[in-house]
């Protein structure tokens, strides 16, 4: 059975770059495509970024600009990278699997992010 | 603010039958299928229909899904107390190229 969890900083300081790490266990990154997805404490859903296999990504335009995924597919994980963090930023970052059909099959337990000084 | 719309909240009392609606554009939900997520208090959402209308392996046959035009539906049937989350409509959007979420539904039971 395959399992994604997330692992990072749970407090991060305002400015600073945010790098979290989602292992994939029991499972192949091929033919997946991964995503991050974010929620902020009582709100709803933010799609963040994907990377495909093969490294072809796509970002969230309101996040683009700070935001970087990358895969090691030789070794099962996939990381995300977000710079110039804010107390906006707070929030649980989830990784997910797209099958390829513009849906989330599985998902992590979800880490909590908090952005403060 | 979020790309696809829901209300808020939705409830009903055991056994009744509760939708919830979503309604988005001719970018999203008007190209593309629509998926929903099912999600309890601190823990991550998780996959309840897919492709508009598929369910996936162990979710029960009260759950459905339907789109017609740029609107998309959940329907709970034989409602249970278990029932009780947070639900979320998702598609991929053209324009923005990524997925969008709806804002999310709160789901009680009476």
């Known amino acids: 059975q395959v399992h994604l969890q997330e692992s990072g900083p749970g407090l991060v300081r305002p400015s600073e770059t945010l790098s979290l790490t989602c292992s994939v266990s029991g499972g192949s990154i091929s033919p997946y495509y991964w995503s991050w997805i974010r929620q902020p404490p009582g709100k709803g859903v933010e799609w963040i970024a994907y990377i495909s296999d093969t490294g072809s990504t796509n970002y969230n335009p309101s996040l683009k600009s700070r935001v970087t995924i990358s895969v090691n597919t030789s070794s099962n994980y996939f990381s995300l990278k977000l710079n110039s963090l804010t107390a906006a930023d707070t929030a649980v970052y989830y990784c997910a699997r797209d099958p390829g059909a513009s849906y989330f099959d599985l998902w992590g337990r979800g880490t909590l992010v908090t952005v403060s000084s | 603010q979020s790309v696809l719309t829901q209300p808020p909240s939705a409830s009903g009392t055991p056994g009744q039958r509760v939708t919830i609606s979503c309604s988005g554009s001719?970018?999203?939900?008007?190209?593309?299928?629509v998926n929903w997520y099912q999600q309890f208090p601190g823990t991550a959402p998780k996959l309840l229909i897919y492709s508009s209308n598929q369910r996936p392996s162990g979710v029960p046959d009260r759950f459905s899904g339907s789109k017609s035009g740029t609107s998309a539906s959940l329907a709970i049937s034989g409602l249970q107390s278990a029932d009780e989350a947070d639900y979320y409509c998702a598609a991929w959007d053209d324009s923005l190229i990524g997925y969008v979420f709806g804002p999310g539904t709160r789901v009680t039971v009476l």
């Open positions: 001719s970018s999203n939900i008007g190209r593309n299928t």
